[in-house]
């Protein structure tokens, strides 16, 4: 079905929007998973250590142990699911430290436009390929945003998590939405695919280390730099102008046709 094409031929109604969280939500990648990881390999004798420029090629993997798994077959270094289960346990103390902490930020515009959305009736999910530990830890240190959030849905709850379309298809029936009446925020590839792979109109703010994304802009219903806030205007780089400076409730009713 084309984006904003209501099954019955008239204009699609807004009704829930999903949102991914690493990269989307907030900064959690470079200064939130990644040290916690760093960490986790000390604590456990793995014999990893991931910079920047490292971490941003694991991140073509969706799903963090995932990535250990394949970090682990390309230097031979054999670890069993009860290891990959401790080392998970592990890292969530860590990354949950962090967090509490204050070193992850959420990105521009997402307070403002989740308030936004939910003042105006429209829901707010979670949709994320990432445990619920973690997004537990990003919402109880901001615990002005989870009454915000309708529901939350993990990779904890499906087999296959991104760029599979499972996540997004159990969003839609726990929320009881038809795919024509919301819309997906992403910022990778995975996210992107699995959105569309459910039938979902996508909205991009991509990551800087998504550098396959770029060649697929045009399967996203628009791509902005960032949700905007006072100060720190959305540049558009694909799709309808922006005209209020800012992604606002208008602008995504707008890109769905509603």
């Keep these: 079905m084309v984006p904003g094409l209501a099954a019955g031929g008239g204009m699609a109604m807004l009704n829930v929007v999903f949102w991914d969280v690493d990269g989307t939500l907030a900064d959690t990648e470079m200064d939130g998973h990644r040290p916690a990881f760093n960490q ?26 995932r990535r250990v798994q394949q970090a ?73 945003a989870t009454s915000m959030f309708s529901g939350i849905v993990t990779a904890d709850d499906v087999d296959r998590g991104k760029p599979a379309p499972d996540l997004y298809q159990l969003a839609m029936d726990r929320a009881v939405v038809p795919p024509d009446q919301a819309l997906a925020i992403e910022d990778s590839l995975a996210g992107l695919d699995s959105a569309r792979g459910a039938g979902l109109a996508c909205l991009l703010t991509p990551s800087p280390w998504e550098t396959a994304l770029p060649a697929r802009f045009g399967d996203a219903i628009a791509v902005v730099d960032q949700l905007g806030d006072p100060g720190q205007p959305t540049t558009v780089i694909s799709g309808p102008a922006c005209v209020e400076g800012s992604v606002t409730v208008k602008y995504l009713q707008e890109l769905l046709g509603g």
């Design 40 to 65: 986790a390999f000390k604590e456990l004798g793995l014999p990893f250590h991931w910079d920047r420029e490292e971490y941003a090629q694991r991140l073509e993997i969706p799903g963090g142990l």
């Design 72 to 144: 682990c077959l390309e230097v031979g270094h054999p670890i069993s699911a009860s290891q990959l289960e401790q080392l998970r346990d592990c890292k969530r103390r860590h990354y949950s430290e962090r967090v509490a902490s204050g070193h992850v930020g959420w990105r521009p515009g997402v307070r403002r436009i989740l308030a936004e959305l939910a003042s105006a009736g429209i829901a707010n999910w979670i949709v994320t390929s990432s445990g619920r530990a973690s997004v537990s830890a990003l919402l109880q240190a901001n615990t002005d």
